[in-house]
């Protein structure tokens, strides 16, 4: 899930993005209503590694606000990697 190849489509729905994105498989990634993005998500050594809509209110129950997309990355140490890349969504917990 490349992101930095991932095409964006849709017409957008409040905020600045678009509202789903295409990677190069053909998978679809819904992209929550009102998002900001694509905005870089950097890591601590200040590489990209992919890219992130913030900031919406999405899926069937509304709790998702975000959608992080990452690039593959290879196996290292402990970790098997992430050779087609992941997707993570955030939910918006209300603090009572």
Not at 1 to 12: A, E, H, L
Not at 20 to 40: C, E, L, R
């Amino acid at each position: 899930m490349n992101s930095q190849r991932n095409s964006t489509k849709g017409t957008g729905k409040g905020g600045n993005s678009p509202d789903f994105v295409v990677t190069q498989k053909g998978d679809v990634i819904p992209i929550t209503k009102g998002a900001t993005g694509p905005n870089p998500v950097v890591n601590p050594k200040g590489n990209v590694t992919g890219q992130s809509y913030t900031g919406g209110q999405g899926s069937a129950n509304k709790q998702v606000d975000s959608v992080r997309i990452m690039d593959p990355t290879p196996p290292r140490g402990n970790s098997l990697g992430y050779p087609g890349g992941a997707l993570n969504t955030r939910i918006k917990v209300n603090k009572v």
